[in-house]
């Protein structure tokens, strides 16, 4: 299964039994506001939880650019999370520097390619904390 709209689909479909695992690791759906057009972007994106918070990593595979999801958030942090059947309101925010080395690891545990996808990029790839609302 690819990331992107028909994966989407499935996972909102069956409550992310179709999608929530995948290639080893699980998916979350993050719904954020396009930041010119206004309308609701969901996007398949690997997690892990760090207590009651969910991380994802704005990597785009190692791109020069950021992902259009994350410039989404920065101009609006307040964002849609579905995991398997449950849908929440949640505030994103970019790890702080101080919290992001454990961030990274934890992600690195459950994406190992993300460590790759840094060495490819001048940009440092920013951990993204999903706190609920």
Not at 33 to 50: D, F, K, N
Not at 79 to 91: C, L, S, T
Not at 99 to 125: C, G, H, N, S
Request: net charge negative; no cysteine.
């Amino acid at each position: 299964m690819l990331f992107g709209q028909d994966h989407v689909d499935r996972y909102v479909d069956t409550d992310g039994e179709d999608g929530h695992e995948w290639q080893g690791t699980t998916v979350l759906i993050l719904t954020t506001t396009g930041r010119r057009s206004g309308e609701e972007r969901p996007t398949p994106l690997i997690y892990q939880r760090h207590g009651d918070d969910y991380l994802v990593v704005a990597s785009k595979g190692g791109s020069p650019e950021p992902p259009a999801w994350y410039l989404n958030l920065q101009a609006n942090p307040e964002v849609q999370v579905q995991v398997k059947g449950d849908r929440f309101a949640a505030r994103a925010r970019t790890a702080q520097p101080d919290e992001k080395p454990e961030l990274w690891q934890a992600m690195t545990a459950v994406w190992p390619a993300y460590d790759e996808y840094q060495t490819k990029t001048d940009r440092e790839i920013p951990v993204v904390v999903l706190e609920r609302a």
